[in-house]
């Protein structure tokens, strides 16, 4: 018996972003490709409807091995996190489609919106369908989970405004949130000696607070208690 093909770099990638996607989304059919060719490789992913492409790039973003830099006409490249288990793509593109079932709702909405119809040959066509969609059909199923809030009640936490995002863990697809600071912090270890009090610990991959329970209602609690 013959030994199991290797999957290639960008295979691996692609069926570790497909898992990830599934585990995120497990309503949304996610097709995700891999390709090689004489200047690296690349990984496609492909879905109808469902979350916008502005998401999916945010969760995909770090599983590519750097940009373009068009400045410079050269690719710079970056290491990728030992934590993704794969070793990245040198491209990581994504596509949704939006399906006639859809874009039928869009034009009915978009003409009692707008009060005309949306001809498609307009070049703000597709911007102004998609602003229609984000505000009459927005997407909520399994959507990363954002509330922000300022966080009062500690010399370390005080005026810090927050994001609390629903996210999966990439080692075992368990549910994780991650808290992320917007706002500039002028003591980071007395914070973060907070955070580890609530049950929280720094993640640089995910450049936030790494919790297994939802720190909502903690953070927004009295933090001197803690």
Not at 7 to 19: F, P, Q
């Amino acid at each position: 018996m013959g030994s199991k093909r290797q999957l290639t770099g960008a295979a691996l990638t692609a069926k570790v972003i497909k898992k990830r996607l599934k585990a995120l989304y497990p309503s949304v059919k996610f097709s995700v490709t891999s390709d090689v060719f004489s200047m690296g490789d690349s990984v496609d992913i492909r879905w109808t409807d469902g979350p916008f492409r502005e998401t999916i790039e945010v969760i995909t973003k770090p599983y590519q091995n750097g940009e373009f830099n068009s400045m410079e006409d050269m690719y710079e490249y970056k290491s990728i996190d030992p934590a993704l288990g794969c070793e990245g793509a040198k491209y990581v593109m994504c596509h949704r489609k939006t399906s006639s079932e859809l874009l039928a709702k869009l034009a009915v909405k978009a003409r009692e919106h707008f009060g005309t119809e949306l001809d498609p040959k307009d070049y703000d066509y597709h911007r102004r369908l998609t602003d229609i969609e984000k505000l009459f059909f927005p997407y909520t199923e399994a959507e990363p989970k954002w509330g922000g809030a300022v966080i009062e009640g500690s010399a370390a936490m005080s005026g810090l405004e927050y994001t609390v995002i629903n996210d999966v863990d990439t080692r075992d697809n368990s549910e994780i949130f991650v808290v992320k600071i917007i706002t500039k912090v002028d003591d980071f270890k007395a914070m973060r000696q907070v955070m580890d009090s609530f049950g929280g610990y720094y993640s640089r991959f995910k450049k936030g607070f790494i919790f297994k329970d939802d720190p909502t209602e903690k953070l927004r609690g009295d933090l001197e208690a803690a």
